[in-house]
């Protein structure tokens, strides 16, 4: 029987602040271990509250103890490209939180059923690893599945920035979530193009793709900080609401994403965070949407 429902995915990158290492904003001082923790507990209520399976893609270092990354990850990462994603993180690790929370973790494998995922090793952008840096980057991936003794099957690429597709079959991984459709005008900075994307209420969800290698980017969901703070919630509640509609009309998928710590630097994204959740929990019950983490589309 063919399936006709549509299909909605919420993806989290969990990446503390190895996402930023390359990067200095004011916000990264709220990334504290504590704060953290709280946000992945606050995220895991929400979800069991609206009975949302989810898929949480961790960068594995930041899943380690900093003794084991010290003693195990870092004399694997030799290459030029890696060398320079790592010295500021070196330089940064005795004095600020943020790098190695282990728990959070455990946090998301205890519920039993969302699914752990991997957002890279180091979070360093494949496309500025070589071929020799991209084995260490996967191998790490792998180790890192073994030794926290699950099946990592799916993949986020770091930043969205997708390279090597072809290979990363190779370490295990079947399916990778494909970068965002965005608004895009070349004159625009990146900050006014992503805030008239999140202005766009005809938003479509997207078709799976045959090959099934790949699921859609889907959309980021509205981070209330700097310009986009000034979007009114009933304009991003409009936008996944017709994302929604349409997925149900088309047999498509919505995919929703977002970081764990976007939730503590602008806590009113909490709100319409829930408000999605609420609206996906609606569409469940009415028998309308299916709702799957990146692995069940395997």
């Not at 099957?153 to 494909?178: A, F, H, Q």
């Not at 997207?206 to 979007?231: C, H, Q, T």
Request: glycine share 4%; hydrophobic share 35%.
């Amino acid at each position: 029987m063919i399936d006709t429902k549509g299909k909605v995915t919420l993806s989290f990158d969990c990446e503390g602040r190895w996402g930023m290492a390359d990067r200095n904003h004011a916000w990264l001082s709220e990334l504290t271990n504590n704060n953290l923790a709280e946000v992945y507990e606050y995220i895991l209520e929400t979800l069991k509250r609206y009975n949302i399976a989810a898929t949480f893609a961790f960068v594995g270092a930041l899943t380690e103890t900093k003794e084991n990354f010290l003693k195990n990850a870092l004399p694997q990462l030799t290459g030029t490209n890696h060398q320079k994603w790592i010295k500021p993180i070196l330089k940064s690790i005795d004095k600020n939180e943020g790098w190695f929370i282990p728990e959070v973790f455990e946090l998301v494998r205890g519920s039993h059923i969302h699914e752990c995922a991997s957002h890279g090793y180091t979070h360093t952008p494949f496309s500025c690893l070589d071929p020799s840096e991209f084995k260490t980057e996967m191998n790490l991936i792998k180790q890192w599945s073994i030794g926290k003794n699950i099946e990592c099957k799916t993949l986020i690429y770091p930043r969205n920035d997708i390279k090597y597709s072809n290979l990363i079959k190779n370490y295990g991984i079947e399916l990778y979530r494909k970068p965002p459709k965005l608004f895009y005008i070349k004159s625009f900075p990146k900050y006014l193009n992503t805030f008239f994307e999140e202005l766009n209420i005809f938003k479509k969800s997207e078709a799976l793709d045959l090959d099934k290698f790949s699921i859609p980017g889907g959309v980021f969901i509205n981070w209330k900080y700097g310009p986009r703070k000034m979007i009114p919630r009933m304009i991003s509640d409009l936008r996944y609401k017709n994302i929604l509609n349409h997925a149900v009309k088309r047999s498509n998928v919505a995919h929703f994403w977002i970081h764990p710590h976007n939730f503590i630097t602008a806590p009113e994204s909490k709100v319409i965070f829930e408000k999605l959740c609420h609206q996906i929990q609606n569409k469940v019950e009415l028998n309308q949407l299916e709702v799957h983490r990146q692995v069940d589309f395997i």
